[in-house]
């Protein structure tokens, strides 16, 4: 597959190109024309939770940086920022429930220390069962994580692929161009 065509502001900086400046031109107003022009909003269920509301920040100064800020990516934007607090929040309980389980393993050691053998097995029982109770919840718990995690993955791809595809469906040189090339008219063909 060959490689997608560089964008007008990279040739630019670049300083070094076989392209024309009509040609950079024609390019530049295609590269316009596929956006919107105007900025990402933040949505009112990313703003009033404090970890989406930081990951869209962070997202959108770094969109800023590169151009790339701009309305049309903004449902995936924030629909990104939401997956990720929610992850971040499956993480946090996922990892409560887990020092839960320590300190309830350590609770339980200390006090089965003055309980006969036949009372202390029955406990035992008893607590092997919560504990396998609880460890089915945090598997499930990571089980969501994991949900979530390729949730974010399919959208990052889907993002970058987005903005690959636009620069992408600019056209390297028009047909017009093609058909006034000095170099086929003086061979004699046609192209």
């Given amino acids: ?3 997608p065509p560089k964008p007008a502001k990279v040739i630019e900086l670049e300083k070094r190109s076989h392209r024309t400046k009509q040609e950079l031109s024609r390019r530049k107003e295609a590269e316009e024309a596929l956006l919107s022009g105007k900025s990402m909003k933040e949505r009112p269920e990313v703003k009033n939770c404090p970890e989406a509301h930081k990951e869209f920040v962070r997202i959108n100064r770094l969109l800023k940086n590169i151009e790339k800020n701009d309305a049309i990516y903004e449902p995936v934007i924030n629909r990104f920022c939401l997956l990720q607090a929610e992850c971040r929040q499956l993480e946090g309980r996922r990892e409560e429930m887990y020092q839960l389980t320590l300190e309830l393993k350590k609770e339980f050691d200390s006090a089965a220390e003055g309980i006969g053998p036949e009372r202390k097995a029955e406990l035992l029982l008893e607590f092997t069962k919560n504990m396998s109770k609880m460890t089915a919840s945090m598997i499930a718990c990571d089980r969501q994580v994991q ?5 974010l993955l399919d959208i990052e791809k889907e993002n970058i692929m987005t903005i690959a595809a636009a620069l992408r469906s600019i056209p390297k040189k028009e047909k017009d161009e093609e058909e006034d ?4 008219a003086l061979l004699g063909r046609r192209v």
């Fill in 1 to 3: 597959m060959p490689t």
């Fill in 147 to 151: 949900a979530k995690r390729k949730m």
């Fill in 181 to 184: 090339d000095p170099m086929a």
